[in-house]
């Protein structure tokens, strides 16, 4: 964990990173669209809205059990850009990752509530980040929970199962309001990713025109960027 704290933001290494993983995403959706995919990206989401309730509940149950179960945010808003288009698959994974991040909250107030998590969670809690964020929860509110959950290197639920083992008096409120805000920021930049460089990955495979999404990959690439510059920030900050 003291590897993910340092004397000051280190935005280039992360936006770097960022750049890199939204390459190795492109890539890993070029192949799959060889080998599955039977229509252009506009057909595919076309698909799924024509499905109406039923396909948007099935997307919803599947992107909350993968909140649930820790898996990066970015993958899950990646996918439901991908599937249902930059703003209703940010909607749809922000929800999901704050329903996640409740139950995960609740589960985690009921089975630890006397502050002490399993010993292997415990271990990887170990540093100067945790330490921040426990010296500050005498503070504790909405914006307590946005600047802490963006700035945190766990998962959504990962972060409100510490919350709600460790900080009793945390409202119910504070906790979704928060998730919610700063989760949006986060899954936004993705879900545009996802329908973005995603969808010219799979048009390309099959070989269709990129043409229409090279502005919108220009400005995934800088909100990725952005976005980096803004963990780093918010983690620079709590120390302070």
Known sequence: ??????????????????????????????????????????????????????????????????AIAGLPAAMIAAMTGVLMGP??????????????????????????????????????????????????????GFHWITSNAIASPLPFSYFAAVTGSKVPHLNLQSLIAGIFASSFFYVAAYALAGASIGCAAINHALGFDVSQYRTMVIISCLSLILLARLQSWSLYRSKL
């Open 1 to 66: 964990m003291n590897s993910l704290v340092f004397s000051k933001p280190p935005s280039i290494f992360k936006s770097a990173m960022r750049l890199l993983a939204g390459g190795v995403f492109a890539f890993l959706i070029y192949q799959v669209a060889i080998h599955f995919a039977t229509g252009d990206c506009t057909s595919l989401q076309s698909e799924v809205r024509s499905r109406g309730p039923s396909m948007l509940l099935l997307l919803f149950t599947m992107a909350t059990i993968f």
């Open 87 to 140: 703003v209703s698959g940010a909607s749809l994974a922000s929800t999901a990752l704050t329903l996640g991040s409740l139950v995960a909250w609740k589960l985690a107030r009921m089975l630890f509530k006397d502050g002490t998590l399993p010993k292997v969670v415990e271990q990887k809690l170990q540093g100067p980040w945790i330490d921040n964020m426990m010296d500050q929860k005498t503070a504790t």
